[in-house]
């Protein structure tokens, strides 16, 4: 993934869900984002260690390596406080979304989603 | 639906709440009143109207009038709208009414999102000196019980709230989630028709309007402009939605939303 030269946002999808990256991918696009994806959490960190994205869109239950592992990991990174975190998970107990946002995530998608929210969020997070 | 279903509904909306309805908008129309028709208990749309054309009942005329006021709302809706409030308006109403009461309407609330959202502000950041009272009003019953219930969908709450705010002022439900019992207290609601006379509900320091004026007849508009100005006190505030005017208001230099009253006609 290399930085667009002309200032287009990078957005990582982190979903271990071909459809779901699949949907992020067109609703991103059309918000004028570049989009890159990864099926699990280690996948996403080996990107974010080859470029550091703007954004991340994080799934919670993932294989291999899970979304809070990965946000933690990511955090550790040198340049890695600075992406924003959108947490995107079927988790909707407030109690695991209050954990998120703990551990430096900086918005949270109930799934499903749709334009309207994903565009609301990446707003509210100060990515739009 | 008929062209006379659709005339009736139309002409009844512009007579009672100066609805302006196109009645060639069979789509809109059809869905608006489709959901009163069954909940009334009627097999179509047609049926219901007929019902209210020939029963001549002030309750299924305004169930299908309140179906067509608008009531699209979100939490945080122009999020600079709620900047400006919170910074510059409330601190400066603050200062005019130390020791005394701040009055906050919001006309036309829908299902409460806004309403809400403001008391969500005042409570992070609290005007200092002053007691606020927040009310809000409505044309449609079932969206105000929607409102005072504070119950909200997953997707609602998706909608321009943050998840800071969703966890620090809302419980999970089995099916959605309630806002905190604290601030549901802190609004009064009541239905209010923005037609007639609304002397009775007192002034108001800041009045918010922010969806109906482009859904009125031309007739109407005057009327409601009228109306709540009259309800503004001296050096208020009204907030109109995008691209609405307020004649006779000061329209605020940095926001086209906001008007304010002048503070010397309270001399007057």
Redesign the interface.
Known sequence: MVKDPEGVKLCLVVDDSRVVRKVARRILEDLGFGVAEAADGAEGLAWARTAMPDVVLLDWHMPVMNGMEFLRRLRAEPGGQAPKVVFCSVE???DR??E??DEG?N????KP?DG??VA??LM?AGCL | MTPQDRALVAELSAERAGLKVDPEKVYLLENRLGPVARREGFASVHDFVCAVRDRDEERLIWAAVEAMSPGETAFFRDPQVFGKIVAEVLPELARRREGGTVRIWCAACGTGQEVYSLAMALEETPPAGVAVEMFASDLSERRLEKAQAGVYSQFEVQRGLSAHRLVRHFEGLEDGFVLSPRLRQMVRWRRVNLMEDLSRLGRFDLILCRNPMGQLTDEARPRLLANLQGALAPGGWLVLGPGDQAPGLNPASDHPAFFSAAVARAAA
């Open positions: 909707s107990d407030l979304i209050r998120a946002l995530a918005e949270y998608i109930m989603f309207d929210i609301s969020k509210l």
